[in-house]
């Protein structure tokens, strides 16, 4: 079995870091993990220290997704990886899911042309069956992923100037443009915690959805732009890049989540700074 890196990015994480850090730290041989916080857990550091096979780098300032991911990969790289996975901190595998994707993995045919092998991401503990099914995709969320790390360094890393949202989005459609494939296996399932679950209620009805603060909203629609403008002429039919899906979440949230003015400045602010090319945090 090829040896296998992993790169988490920690951001003020929650005590359940420990568990999910621990469903896959038996199946790599190496984790990287990538501080962010700007007030970074005593505790938590103590328990990464007293892993043999936890290398730590402690930011001390949030210096965003694509920026973090690009340090795991470049460790991995010095260290001899050819492969990754990168992890969110809110995601974990099953111990029965994460052998069964490393096994999948190792049937996979001409793995030099894939730049991403990517699982399902779904918020639930409750796996079918899963045979070893691979079909190539377009674009896919970070958490969970197995990247080449040699189409990697071609592909040209992950875009640091987007710090928060589309940054795996950018990184997939750069790896097409590259000629690389993209690749989901539909029956290997992560358990992934996608922005906060809220309760709406209106009009006598219930709905429950996610959400994210108000000041996301501004990278969600400047990134969401950006991908638009990158990438429409290559992909045209491809979903996060049409204007109707970016429009479509911004209006749902400005209909139904609460603290409506300050999400409409910071979708206002998103757009003023797509347009005048401001990036970064």
Known sequence: MNPIAAVVVLYQPKKYIFDNIQSYYDFVELVIVIDNSEMPDDKIKEWLASKNKIHTVINGSNLGIGKALNFGCEIAISKGFQWILTMDQDSSFSSDMMGCYLECFEQLDDTETIAVISPIHIPSTI?????????ETTHVM???????????????????????????????LKARLKQYRV?????????????EEVEIRKNGLSIKTRTHSPLR?????????????????????TEPIGLPNIVKPLLFALLYHDQKP????????????????????
Not at 217 to 237: C, G
Not at 262 to 281: A, D, M, P, S, T
Request: proline share 4%.
């Open 217 to 237: 909203f501004y990278y969600i629609t400047r990134n969401r732009l950006y991908i638009w403008r990158r990438y429409f002429k290559h992909f045209p039919s």
């Open 183 to 195: 690749v989901e296996m539909p029956h290997i399932h992560l358990a992934h915690e996608l922005g």
């Open 142 to 172: 970070t958490s969970g992923n197995l990247l080449n790390l040699a189409a990697y360094q071609c592909i040209g890393g992950f875009n640091e100037s987007l710090f928060i949202d589309e940054v795996d989005h950018d990184y997939c």
């Open 127 to 135: 796996y079918p069956e899963h045979p070893c099914i691979a079909k």
């Open 262 to 281: 300050r999400r409409l400045y910071h979708i206002g602010r998103g757009i003023f700074h797509f347009l005048i090319g401001r990036y970064g945090k």
